[in-house]
């Protein structure tokens, strides 16, 4: 029996019912988005300011904290981040800044310890980012090291994915995530192991690259010898989760589906899924396999695409490492055609042609993700709410 949900047997008939009339997907109708939003530098920096610093970002899998002294560093947000799992079990997260004289506390990008060393003069931090130690203490008078800890900003562990705010500041993460829950919880990602992680810095702006995933009108024209055959042409279903969205993109033989009993009918093994979770963040759900990738901003016209692959279980024989590895080069290189369009879009902004780009009515995902942008950047959407 497929174990779907009421939401994904909907999704299933609604395919079926554009194989059956030839349709699609259609948004009431166009946007038109200015292009100054992908190269006005103040543009950028009130998104850096607001979408990378004040939402919840995926910044690891759980297995990467399995164990007390666990940790893990993340830049990309232009924050420097260090996480770790703290004794009592939970996971904290702290900006990875001396507060003696702001160096960088830890440079490895992961690894496992009792305490933090700062390299430059040696100040001690504990697991929860609190001052313990400092050299020759008499020349600091009468420090208050409670005061002088690594500053902490919200961290969470939810749907086996570790989450940071990269500054202090309200989260209402389980509010946040709910329109997206029944879906992460499904995946039992938790119960996965990190197989490969990756990190390509690229010549485009972060909508750009954001935008190679919000869509499937592309597929058969950017993916012609490589994603297109896998996938029905444009026939994707795009589910509102505001301000995150649910993208189903059906494989190529989902009419089968047709002749099976409703109960018969595996929606994962029928459909690759697209979930945005704003404002950077997919979690890519693949028939046996999911990618969590991050996009973030790192200067006008540049962007680092992070991708961790996460597998069911560990790949204990050269077969089982030999079909990942296999899936894993297919996903390079088609990320490597979007990558390579992505940084010819941005090199053409310098002829000045477009004063807009069209997002059309099969283009749902980018409508609804610069929807939620735009309140974003307006103060509607906050991560203290999804109001």
Not at 21 to 37: E, K
Not at 301 to 319: A, H, I, S
Request: include cysteine; hydrophobic fraction near 40%.
């Amino acid at each position: 029996m497929a174990m779907n949900s009421a939401e994904e047997d909907g999704i299933i008939d609604t395919v079926l019912g554009y194989c059956e009339a030839g349709g699609t997907h259609m948004q009431p109708d166009v946007m038109h988005n200015p292009v100054r939003h992908y190269t006005d530098p103040q543009q950028l920096e009130r998104e850096i300011d607001v979408l990378f610093r004040e939402f919840p970002i995926i910044v690891g899998h759980a297995s990467q904290l399995a164990s007390v002294g666990d940790f893990l560093t993340h830049d990309a947000t232009g924050v420097p981040l260090l996480v770790t799992r703290n004794p009592a079990g939970d996971v904290k997260a702290m900006v990875n800044v001396c507060r003696h004289r702001g160096a960088r506390v830890v440079s490895e990008s992961c690894g496992q310890t009792r305490a933090f060393t700062c390299p430059y003069h040696s100040w001690t931090y504990d697991l929860d980012g609190q001052l313990k130690g400092l050299p020759q203490p008499i020349g600091f008078g009468a420090l208050d090291r409670q005061a002088r800890g690594l500053v902490e900003v919200p961290a969470f562990e939810r749907f086996g994915l570790i989450w940071v705010r990269p500054t202090p500041g309200p989260v209402a993460i389980d509010a946040w995530l709910e329109p997206m829950a029944e879906q992460l919880a499904s995946l039992s990602l938790e119960n996965h192991s990190v197989y490969r992680q990756w990190s390509i810095d690229t010549n485009m702006s972060w909508r750009i690259a954001l935008e190679g995933f919000q869509e499937s009108y592309h597929f058969c024209s950017a993916h012609k010898h490589t994603a297109c055959s896998a996938y029905l042409n444009n026939q994707s279903v795009f589910l509102d989760k505001y301000p995150h969205v649910r993208h189903a993109v059906p494989v190529a033989n989902v009419a089968r589906l047709q002749n099976l009993p409703a109960g018969e009918r595996s929606y994962r093994a029928h459909f690759m899924t697209q979930n945005y979770l704003f404002p950077c963040n997919f979690v890519q759900v693949m028939t046996d396999h999911v990618y969590v990738h991050t996009i973030a901003a790192t200067g006008p016209g540049t962007c680092v695409f992070q991708c961790t692959m996460l597998v069911p279980e560990p790949p204990l024989t050269d077969k089982a490492k030999k079909h990942w590895d296999a899936n894993y080069q297919v996903v390079r290189t088609v990320f490597a055609e979007d990558f390579a369009i992505g940084e010819g879009i941005q090199q053409g902004f310098a002829a000045n042609v477009n004063d807009h780009f069209l997002f059309g009515r099969y283009e749902a995902g980018l409508q609804l993700g610069q929807r939620a942008i735009t309140d974003a950047l307006e103060g509607r959407l906050t991560a203290a709410s999804t109001a």
